[in-house]
């Protein structure tokens, strides 16, 4: 089993849907979640952290359940340039600073 | 400030050589990492350092080499490219080395075609 798994997608949704993304993880030690956002063929860039409270940015909400070991991310309004790949990524517990990185979400927004 | 900057963007190798990948920020960052990401896979770590002269092996890091001897540079080498080692080679930065995972900063990527 991997240690983080999302669906590959593609999702294709168009301008104005909500859509919703899940990501699951096998370490029940991990503590830091994140959502990274990928352009076809550039580098990562952090779209938001995941609290266990939940949290807002915008259009997009980040959620945590540790029981189930998931994480979400909903976007709502979708635009246009939210086309993009969202990678799930978990802390690997008792190291410095490593991250597991899922093999990402695809989503594509339609006019 | 040019943050993480890779070089080269794109390069294509025969089976069997070596070459280095560079990686620097300027930001003062104790951490760096290596990834590697393919079609399916997500990225994947091959070593990593919380600092100047400290080095430590990823998930995959065999066929790789790394050294830290600044803050600012890590960069990785090829030792015999082979063919499983086409992909995109990320290069990463974080503030602090040990605790909390905080935002990874990312290079552009360096494309290495082995053939």
Redo the contacts between chains.
Sequence with gaps: RKE?EQD?GPFNVPEGATVAFNCTYSNSAS??F?WYRQDC??????LMSVYSSGNEDGRFTAQLNRASQYISLLIRDSKLSDSATY?CVV?SPGG????I????TRLAVHP | NAGVTQTPKFQVLKTGQSMTLQCAQDMNHE?MSW?RQDP??????IH?S?GAGIT?Q?EVPNGYNVSRSTTEDFPLRLLSAAPSQTSVY?CAS?P?????????Y????TRLTVL
């Design positions: 983080v590959p503590q830091s994140f063929r550039k580098e990562p860039k952090l990678l802390n410095y600073n490593k991250l990185f899922g093999a990402g | 951490y990834y399916g896979m997500g990225l994947r770590l990593y919380v430590d990823g990320f974080t602090r080395a040990a605790g909390l995972a905080d935002t990874q990312f290079g552009p990527g």
